[in-house]
């Protein structure tokens, strides 16, 4: 930095420091523009894929809700199970039976 401001130094070579620093900055802003683009892009598609996830996951529980709810209506004298632990079981409709 003490070249530049040394009174030996010819105009002509401060100009093209003058001109070259500013190149510099001119490329360093541009670069910044495009990684912010790049970085905004990428959150866009991260947002798109997880709301196509979150859409087909919704999708499939509805499907599985309606089967359950056809099964359940299909056949009245269905029993249901639900295992509470181990090989324990818990069964629930036999007393409709009656």
Not at 4 to 32: E, F, Q, V
Not at 57 to 79: E, N, T, V
Not at 89 to 95: D, H, M, N, R, S
């Amino acid at each position: 930095m003490d070249r530049l401001t040394n009174p030996k130094l010819n105009m002509t070579w401060r100009g093209l420091a003058t001109i070259a620093a500013g190149l510099a900055t001119t490329a360093a802003i541009g670069l910044a523009a495009v990684l912010a683009l790049v970085f905004a892009a990428s959150i866009v598609v991260i947002a798109l894929v997880a709301s196509a996830l979150l859409a087909v996951a919704g999708l499939a529980l509805r499907a599985r809700r309606a089967r359950m709810a056809r099964a359940k209506s299909s056949d009245p004298g269905l029993i249901e199970a639900h295992q509470v632990g181990g090989h324990s079981w818990v069964a629930y409709g036999y007393e409709r039976r009656r």
